[in-house]
């Protein structure tokens, strides 16, 4: 009973600290006193011991808490322990709390100077009741601290999908950062509108904690994607699952502001629509919020049924409710003075990729909500599948590579055709040699060819202004200016997705996907892959057992398994291999056993000699280079964050 007393009470500490904090900011605004950072302070002290709490209790397997019975056991290595805390829904809050609190604390820290600023205030006041709502849902309905009466001596265990991979220690972290570190531009957003200080430097302030949150959840979604591939044994990486469509629409509408926002940092233009972007984003956050945890969505992303769903889908409301109300009252003191001078400037091409992006975003939200929508009218289940989302997936990333390889290049106001050229030609002609030699080798396929000619347009405009960045740095005085100058971090973060993106488009064109049935000791080639059975051999511990196949690829020896976890009553999973570098990876499964005999959770199959196996061999090019891509990202961003206010620099 301790442990429950211990981390109720510290979540009624920062549920009166969250509270608290909202009083001081709301009395500071009155009176017209600084900003206290107190109460914002007590609510991380009290979030940070009920996690510590929960941590001790996962990781000593104190079963007296319900929530540590279902999601740990005694066998449970150090790591899955410590990752329970985010296994299940309750837990999950949790740290969705501990991270909203060290970030309205950090914006604190951060704007210390400003605390007199009303803008400060309520955005602060703002995150402050974010964290309060979640921390009450805690308070209440998700209780992370419920005793278990029962006397227990062995928990359920984790999920199997939650312990076959370390990825489960930075993935779901990651995703809740990008989620939560949203609210801050949301935040801003609602204080500059209720202020009406809209013209000076806090857009470009919201762009700053936008970027920040961006590249956390960038990187999460591909983290979650190299997870998904190297756990669930089907070979890809984006199923366009329900709960990746919800990660992915914030995702969307936060690109467009970060673009966009730029262009009224330098022209004052898309006041309204920076506005709408950051409270949409906000708002998807909550809308994916209230898809992972009401139990209306079937995934294995998802949590489990909760009572939260009301509740949730009420924030969700009640955030564009708010952002639509403060847009249209100050409507009038929005709108922009000057135009877009022509559609082939700067400014033009950031308006063309904010309406791919926003468009995009509207047709993921359509095929993610449809179903739903139609099962409560006609009661029946429709499912919206991957061709869909395909189908215009495609041809946007066709058309953003292309405006990521002129964007960088074209100036601000105008198009000067002969400049464009001049700086575009390099990358043309190298474009246009690296297609010549795809042809000459065999690769005559217009579309991945294309798309190879754009992706080394783009990237060649990004390492073009990353050179004129740096000389100018080093012009100007140290070359660490260079890291921090204004275009640097989003280069970096073109570079990378420009890899991403070869990376997504060659595996996913010239994939290889083999069923072969070997017996032991035989080989089979794959693609050029030498695939070849050696025989079998069992593997036991306190956290599992598994039957594994002895494969060797190329010489590399493999062992993809059928492996049994302990608790949750014996789950199974299929255990991929990978052989893997830059150029291509190898993705060996364990189909199937021949024989009519018993099996160590392997599927049988009748009609093969006992004691053949059928392997699912994939051959992929350059996947590698999405999660390499990933990381880049990630680095683009946190330059970003860490920028220096704008001077103007050759491009």
């Keep these: 009973m301790i442990l429950t007393w211990l981390g109720r009470g510290a979540l009624y500490v920062c549920a009166l600290g969250s509270l ?67 296994s299940a829904l309750e837990g999950s809050l949790m740290l969705w709390v501990l991270l909203q609190c060290a970030i309205t604390v950090g914006v604190l ?30 308070v209440g309905p998700a209780d ?105 629409l914030p995702w969307l509408t936060a690109t467009a502001y970060i673009h966009s926002v730029i262009v009224q940092d330098r022209r004052g233009l898309f006041r309204v629509w920076n506005l709408s972007l950051a409270v949409a984003t906000f708002a998807l956050t909550i809308l994916g919020t209230f898809f992972t945890r009401s139990g209306v969505l079937v995934s294995v992303h998802a949590f489990s049924s909760s009572t939260l769903g009301p509740l949730l889908i009420g924030l969700f409301f009640a955030v564009v409710v708010l952002g639509a109300g403060l847009l249209a009252w100050r409507g009038d003191r929005l709108r922009a003075p000057v135009g877009v001078d022509h559609p082939l400037s700067r400014e033009g091409l950031f308006v063309a990729n904010n309406i791919l992006f926003v468009g995009f975003a509207l047709v993921v939200l359509l095929g993610t909500v449809f179903p739903l929508l139609y099962q409560a009218v006609n009661g029946a289940q429709v499912t919206v599948g991957a061709p869909y989302f395909a189908s215009v997936a495609a041809p946007l990333a066709v058309v953003l590579l292309a405006l990521m390889a002129v964007a960088p290049l074209v100036g601000w106001r105008s198009a ?8 575009a030609r390099f990358s043309a002609w190298s474009a246009v040699a690296i297609v010549a030699l795809l042809v000459a080798l065999g690769v005559r396929r217009p579309v991945e060819d294309g798309a190879v000619f754009l992706s080394v347009l783009a990237l060649g405009a990004a390492l073009r202004t990353l050179r004129s960045v740096a000389v100018a740095a080093l012009r100007r005085g140290p070359w660490r200016r260079a890291l921090r100058a204004p275009t640097t971090g989003g280069m970096v973060v073109h570079v990378g997705v420009v890899i ?10 010239y994939v290889t996907r083999s069923e072969v049935t070997l017996a032991r000791g035989q080989s089979t080639v794959v693609d050029g892959q ?23 690829v190329d010489g590399h020896p493999l062992y993809p398994a059928v492996t049994t976890y302990h608790g949750r ?29 018993a099996t160590s959770g392997a599927q049988l199959r009748s009609g093969l000699p006992a004691g053949s196996v059928v392997l699912g061999v994939t051959v992929e090019p350059l996947i590698s280079w999405l999660w390499l891509g990933g990381l880049i990202v990630g680095a683009g961003s946190v ?12 491009p």
């Design 639 to 650: 330059l970003s964050f860490f920028r220096r206010r704008h001077v103007e620099e050759a």
């Design 20 to 86: 608290g904090g909202v009083a001081a900011a709301a009395l500071a605004l009155r009176r017209r006193r600084s900003l206290s950072p107190v109460g914002a302070l007590v609510a991380l002290a009290g979030i940070f011991v009920a996690v510590a709490v929960m941590e001790f209790a996962l990781v000593t397997h104190d079963f007296s808490l319900a929530y540590v019975a279902e999601n740990n056991a005694t066998f449970t290595p150090l790591l899955y322990s410590v990752t329970g805390l985010w």
């Design 144 to 248: 992370p601290f419920i005793h278990n009466a029962a006397r227990t001596l062995q928990g359920a265990g984790p999920n199997a999908l939650l312990q076959d991979n370390p990825l489960v220690a930075v993935h779901p972290p990651l995703l809740y950062l990008g989620f939560v570190g949203f609210s801050v531009p949301f935040a801003f957003a609602v204080a500059m509108l209720i202020t009406g200080r809209v013209e000076e430097r806090w857009p470009l302030e919201q762009r700053r904690w936008t970027v920040l949150a961006w590249g956390a959840l960038s990187v999460g979604i591909v983290l979650g994607a190299w997870w998904s591939y190297q756990v669930l044994g089907w070979g890809g990486f984006w199923g366009w699952d329900p709960v990746e469509n919800a990660a992915l």
């Design 530 to 552: 030498l695939v070849s059975f050696a025989g079998f051999r069992s593997v036991s511990d306190a956290l599992e057992s598994a039957t594994q196949l002895k494969v060797r």
């Design 500 to 509: 991403l993106a070869l990376g997504v488009v060659t595996s996913a064109t």
């Design 109 to 138: 820290y951060f704007y210390r100077r400003d605390r007199d600023s009303d803008v400060v205030k309520w955005a602060a006041l703002i995150l402050m009741a974010v964290g309060a709502f979640f921390t009450l849902l805690m």
């Design 416 to 423: 000067d055709r002969a400049v464009l050229w001049r700086r």
């Design 569 to 597: 009553n014996g789950q199974t999973v299929g255990t991929p291999a990978i052989d893997s570098n830059l150029a291509r990876d190898v993705y060996v499964t364990f189909s199937a056993l021949g024989g009519n005999g």
